[in-house]
């Protein structure tokens, strides 16, 4: 780490200014069309990568010698986030609407509605738990996400049959991370499921407690946790083994670091931000077995991987179970 004296274009809040720095580096360009948002990031068994493009409805895969390939292509979708089940399948987060499963290969498309009584819902962020079922946040409607947010949290089922709401009436709820068990903060109610949900329109990151079966609140339910500085919010989010939450800051090139307590503790940076390059930071996922952070990202120079060393190891997911 080191601390930053460069003048920027791009400000850091005052209160995160002094925060530790890490500095990432350049691992792969993905496409150089500057217009293209990179989502998505997720590592297999093998540790291959996958990367979404949301726009173009792509989903690419990158080998660990860095061979790329587009394993689908279908611009009826719009997959941002994606969680790996431990039997290999990819389950894609759908801002258009769905939440779609498909083979590490591309193939053997299964579609699911996002739907909770009737109504459509937008996901966007996506997480399993250790039984296979899996959490979703909803971006709600944009356009009144801040005056009458619609937004929120919901549980598929493990056999896909049942959807239930976590939390509702979030501005635009974006990134979702499940917190490792065994590392929270001591509670004289019983928590056994405790999700972070980045809310972009309102700056927010919420901390939602959860009971034994996933759905039933815990108490408090759910708070508000942190509050962002800056015109755009916060986007994407992963957790490692120790419990620290790292958030990205959508068009900042930055990396909150906050630990167990929602309390920053650093920052990640990105080559270029100081001149307003590489600033639509939009995710990030580690390694598995590793503090290696692998982060998507679009700005003038394209969609690009980049990589840095975070304070731990990351979390061991549903998909290596």
């Known amino acids: 780490m080191n601390k930053k004296t460069k003048k920027s274009l791009v400000l850091i809040p005052p209160q995160e200014a002094s925060l530790p720095i890490i ?53 009826a979708y ?8 431990k039997d290999g399948r990819l389950f894609l987060a759908c801002v258009s609407g769905q939440v779609i499963i498909i083979n590490p290969d591309g193939s053997n498309l299964t579609e699911i509605k996002a739907r909770y009584e009737g109504k459509p819902f937008a996901p966007d962020g996506i997480v ?24 929120g949290v919901y549980r598929f089922s493990a056999d896909l049959k049942a959807v239930h709401p976590i939390i509702q009436n979030l501005g635009a709820a974006n990134g979702i991370a499940l917190a490792p068990k065994g590392v929270s903060i001591p509670s004289a ?7 972070w949900v980045a809310e972009s329109c309102l700056n927010r990151l919420i901390h939602i407690r959860l009971q034994e079966d996933g759905i039933t609140p815990s108490h408090p339910p759910a708070n508000v946790a942190y509050y962002f500085l800056g015109d755009v919010g916060p986007d994407s989010n992963a957790i490692d083994a120790e419990g620290n939450l790292y958030q990205t800051i959508a068009m900042q090139g930055r990396i909150l670091i906050l630990n167990k307590a929602a309390i920053p503790v650093a920052q990640v940076l990105v080559p270029g931000r100081d001149e307003g390059k590489n600033l639509l930071i939009t995710n990030l996922a580690f390694k598995p077995g590793t503090e290696e952070g692998y982060i998507t990202l679009g700005g003038t120079e394209g969609g690009w991987v980049f990589k840095f060393r975070g304070l731990a190891k990351g979390l061991e997911l549903f998909s290596h179970q």
């Open 128 to 151: 399993f738990d250790s039984g296979g079922n899996f959490y979703v946040t909803d971006l709600g409607n944009l356009a009144t996400s801040v005056g009458t947010p619609t937004g």
């Open 189 to 195: 109610f019983p928590v056994a499921y405790e999700l």
């Open 78 to 85: 719009m997959p941002g986030d994606c969680a790996i089940h």
């Open 23 to 75: 500095m990432a580096e350049k691992w792969l360009q993905i496409v150089s069309d500057p217009h293209v948002v990179l989502e998505g990031p997720a590592f297999d068994r093998e540790g291959n990568l996958f990367v979404t493009s949301v726009i173009d409805g792509r989903v690419y895969k990158i080998t660990p010698n860095k061979k790329m390939s587009i394993i689908f292509n279908n611009n």
